[in-house]
């Protein structure tokens, strides 16, 4: 049986880092046979948000916990809040410490009220830290299917 649920990968990066997260996102979901659309925020064209049954959007944290001003207009982008959305994200507790550490995933997460936890990376999802983004993708998925 081919799988029609669709999901996007919204994400910004500018180290590279959330986009190594997005593309382990998006490997663990076509291995489960989810069609997958990538959409870097602040530079490709707009989507129409209503097409997909997963919205995952990958950020990092700016400045002292702020969230990306290109983060900002891709929510305004988006137009609602939709109930699908994931919300994941890299940053360093180097430039301050845990209670600024991926604020911006936190700040997402309750603006969109999402039913999952947010996953956050310490810089690059690289050895054990690759394994973490499977699992929550897994978890993404199977609480998913406990809604449907």
């Known amino acids: 049986m081919v ?3 669709r999901a996007l990968i ?6 590279g880092n959330t986009k190594e997260v997005a593309e382990i996102v998006e490997g663990k979901l076509k291995d489960e046979g989810i069609t ?8 490709d064209a707009p989507i ?10 990958g950020t990092f944290t700016w400045e002292m916990g702020k969230t990306p001003v290109e983060i900002k ?13 994931a919300i994941f994200g890299t940053g360093d507790t180097q430039f301050g410490g845990d209670e600024l550490f991926c604020r911006a995933v936190d700040k997402l997460w309750k603006f969109y009220e999402s ?3 947010g996953l956050k990376i310490e810089q690059s999802p690289r050895g054990s830290q690759e394994q973490k983004v499977k699992l929550w993708v897994e ?6 299917k406990s809604f449907a």
């Open 115 to 117: 039913k999952w936890s």
């Open 36 to 43: 997958v659309d990538n959409h870097r925020i602040g530079i």
């Open 10 to 15: 919204a994400y910004i990066s500018y180290s």
């Open 3 to 5: 799988s029609k649920l």
């Open 73 to 85: 207009d891709f929510v305004l982008e988006i137009g609602y809040k939709p109930n699908n959305i």
């Open 139 to 144: 978890g993404v998925l199977c609480h998913a």
């Open 48 to 57: 129409n948000p209503e097409r997909y049954d997963y919205i995952f959007i």
